[in-house]
């Protein structure tokens, strides 16, 4: 049986959470779908993570403006994903941070990840015809480490490691050692790991776990709160990651093909993980990076809307 093309028939509206994980901290999650956070500073806010549109985006602001009248100053973007960063205009923010890495991955490939994005998952982009033309640019941008003062409290962006992209930052708050890890970490939820460094991403997660953070808010999922929970997410996270690279590096040793490994990696992930947020979307682009980088790609391939179709029509088919 042919599996309908990654999410086009996910259709289903999500309900939609905001919740208080520390103080001035908040989490606006939606059962699966890509989440936000908010930083409440003296005198003006952080938003990590813009959302797909800036329809979408405006979900958010309207959410803040129901805790805070200060202004929206910054927008962090995680990384590089079009479900994080094409609604950011709505922001009207004075500065659009990343790191470094991202900004390159949003030259190298911003606009076929677009296309691919748009393509595979379009319940998650409602007013696309808002999105400005071109795209979304950081305008500041950091190698490993920057601070932003919001008044006298300290946001720490920090480039961790490669792990969901080669550029993904976590925002930590001293303060209240809250962390907003964007997708490197993701509860219940598959993670996407068409674009991923799977042998570093446990690695990464080792960075983030060394934080002890009291609460987390992960890229997909509810918001965790307190340590237990934190690290429960995080070893979910390299559980998904690990069995993934780990099938497929076997399989490729013992020489099999990309269906042949696909196979496999269902094999050991279905009994797992088959019930978590995007799990089949994900499956085909996950073992192909896999398939790819224990066969020595060190840097992703490209998605374009054409490869997506074709690979699914290969494996999903
Ligand atoms: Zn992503």
């Not at 956070?37 to 958010?60: F, K, L, R, S, Y």
């Not at 640019?137 to 920090?158: A, D, H």
């Not at 490197?184 to 991403?201: F, I, P, Q, T």
């Not at 992930?269 to 799990?279: L, R, T, V």
Request: net charge negative.
């Amino acid at each position: 049986m042919t599996k309908p093309f990654a999410s086009t028939a996910d259709l289903a509206e999500k309900q939609v959470s905001f919740t208080e994980v520390g103080a001035g901290l908040f989490a606006y999650t939606a059962q699966g779908d890509p989440n936000s956070g908010v930083i409440v500073g003296d005198d003006c806010c952080m938003v990590i993570d813009a959302q797909a549109t800036p329809a979408m985006a405006e979900g958010v602001i309207a959410r803040v403006r129901e805790v805070t009248d200060k202004p929206i100053k910054y927008v962090v973007l995680s990384h590089y994903h079009a479900v994080r960063v094409l609604g950011a205009s709505a922001y009207k923010a004075q500065g659009i941070i990343a790191s470094k890495g991202t900004y390159e991955l949003i030259v190298e490939r911003g606009e076929q990840d677009k296309a691919s994005e748009i393509g595979r998952f379009p319940r998650l982009f409602p007013g696309a015809e808002s999105i400005p033309p071109g795209l979304t640019w950081p305008t500041l941008t950091f190698e490993n480490e920057m601070s932003v003062f919001l008044g006298k409290r300290e946001v720490k962006l920090l480039h961790l490691g490669a792990g969901h992209t080669a550029g993904d930052i976590v925002a930590w708050v001293p303060d209240a050692q809250v962390m907003f890890s964007g997708d490197l970490v993701e509860y219940h939820s598959a993670c996407y790991c068409g674009d991923a460094h799977l042998r570093e991403w446990p690695l990464t997660l080792d960075a983030i776990r060394e934080f002890e953070p009291q609460a987390l808010v992960p890229g997909r999922g509810d918001a965790l709160v307190g340590h237990g929970t934190v690290r429960e997410a995080i070893a979910m996270t390299r559980d998904f990651v690990n069995t993934l690279y780990g099938t497929a590096e076997l399989s490729v040793a013992r020489g099999r093909s990309l269906k042949e490994t696909f196979a496999a990696v269902r094999e050991a992930m279905d009994p797992k993980f088959s019930s978590f947020a995007i799990y089949e979307h994900c499956l085909p682009f996950n073992v192909s990076r896999a398939y790819d980088e224990a066969s020595g790609i060190d840097h992703p391939v490209i998605w374009t809307a054409e490869r997506d179709r074709e690979m699914w029509e290969k494996l999903q088919g």
